[in-house]
């Protein structure tokens, strides 16, 4: 079943649940906000990306851009600070087995389903 790592405040994010459901896939949504991922989960994550974990960040997010941003961080300093601020972590995320996309473009995910 896919997955869907969702902010329902995020116009892109919502826009990527009703396209999953428009093409009448079933799909599980994750509020990553009210359940933030564990350390464990992230890396399970960022595997199945196969990004870094900076390139899952909101760069422009607030808390980004007042605490960390021009700090050089370790990977790991980098995924410590999503588990504990998750708004920083980049929306949609769409999860299909073993492999995940930042579903912000719905060409991307077409293609991914």
């Not at 009210?34 to 994550?45: G, H, I, R, V, Y």
């Not at 980098?78 to 996309?101: C, G, Q, S, T, Y």
Request: one cysteine or more.
């Amino acid at each position: 079943m896919i997955q869907i790592y969702h902010n329902p405040r995020c116009g892109k994010s919502r826009n990527c649940v009703a396209f999953i459901e428009e093409a009448g896939k079933e799909y599980e949504i994750i509020e990553y906000l009210k359940n933030p991922p564990t350390k464990d989960e992230l890396l399970a994550l960022l595997k199945k990306l196969n990004i870094k974990p900076l390139e899952l960040i909101r760069q422009k997010e607030k808390i980004w851009a007042d605490n960390f941003k021009n700090l050089k961080m370790t990977d790991e300093e980098i995924i410590k600070a999503m588990v504990e601020n998750p708004i920083l972590i980049e929306r949609p995320i769409v999860i299909k087995r073993d492999k995940a996309i930042i579903g912000r473009e719905l060409d991307k995910i077409t293609d991914f389903l």
